[in-house]
């Protein structure tokens, strides 16, 4: 069976009087909708990583994540779809989650192992699958230059340039794939990467790492909110109302810091009229099943 499946990721523009009173233009680019489960960034980033393990006749993905990530339940539903066998080595105590159940509904064999040893995903993969020459390794998030092949596709996809695109960033995978594209095709586009983690700095190295070439870039590292998973009262306002305004479902752990950050930059006046902005909304909405307590009031 061929690794692929035909995708649907139309842009459709944002309107907001905010916007109009800037003369900027925001558009959102719907990866959400690519796959109800294998959602967003997490297809594009599998796509040749689970072409690589076919290619090395490897039947069992092994991956890595928290108890809520989305990458784990992605890797569940694309080794389903395309016949591979998945473990998902889960960080912390064994919980059950909604997260983990929709892992489980698609096949996956969970193992929760403590936080230390969590950090050594070679010596994990090792203890477990020394013996098992099936087993395909695939890192936390799917981190890879072969990830950010797939995710660079995106680039292709677009009909106009773009002033600007913006994407949230956790490993900078879908970053660097992005901005790989953008050398590709030679686009004068500012590539803007929102880091949902704390001192997001350190992430320019792993995505330098995996450009095609040298390339200038900017991260907005002061809208994380407090870290990865932290989300404030403004925040979850903002992913209210942008939901109840446009109908587009986001979670508050990636897209909603990504877009609170292009609001809050218009209004701000950093953009130039006449401007036009991509925002990339990476999926992930199953997330927000962990966040219900936050939403409440
Ligand atoms: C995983 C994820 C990201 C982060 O992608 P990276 O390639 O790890 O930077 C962004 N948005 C959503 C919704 C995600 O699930």
Request: charged share 25%.
């Amino acid at each position: 069976m061929q690794i692929d499946f035909e995708i649907f990721s139309p842009i459709h523009q944002i309107h907001d009087k905010l916007f109009d009173e800037r003369g900027i233009k925001l558009f959102i680019k719907r990866d959400d909708l690519i796959h109800p489960i294998i959602s967003g960034n997490k297809w594009r980033k599998l796509k040749y990583l689970l072409r690589d393990a076919r290619a090395q006749n490897k039947t069992h993905l092994v991956t890595f994540g928290g108890a809520y990530s989305n990458h784990l339940l992605a890797t569940a539903a694309a080794a389903a779809k395309f016949g591979f066998k998945s473990t998902g080595i889960v960080r912390g105590e064994e919980v059950n989650n909604d997260t983990l159940f929709l892992c489980r509904l698609h096949g996956m064999n969970l193992i929760f192992t403590d936080r230390e040893s969590y950090r050594d995903k070679a010596a994990l993969f090792q203890k477990y699958f020394e013996h098992d020459a099936n087993a395909y390794f695939i890192d936390e998030g799917g981190g890879s230059a072969l990830g950010a092949e797939g995710v660079s596709e995106l680039i292709n996809e677009l009909r106009e340039t773009y002033d600007h695109i913006f994407c949230a960033c956790g490993t900078g995978t879908t970053a660097a794939g992005i901005i790989n594209g953008i050398i590709e095709h030679q686009l004068s586009t500012v590539f803007h990467g929102i880091p949902v983690l704390k001192n997001g700095e350190f992430l320019r190295k792993d995505i330098d790492a995996i450009l095609a070439s040298p390339a200038e870039y900017d991260l907005l590292t002061d809208y994380h909110f407090g870290g990865y998973g932290k989300v404030t009262d403004e925040l979850i306002s903002f992913v209210k109302n942008f939901t109840a305004s446009t109908g587009i479902l986001i979670e508050p752990i990636y897209t909603g810091k990504m877009l609170y950050a292009i609001y809050d930059l218009a209004a701000k006046n950093h953009f130039k009229a006449g401007d036009k902005i991509l925002a990339i909304h990476t999926g992930g909405i199953w997330g927000l099943l962990g966040m219900k307590d936050k939403f409440t009031g």
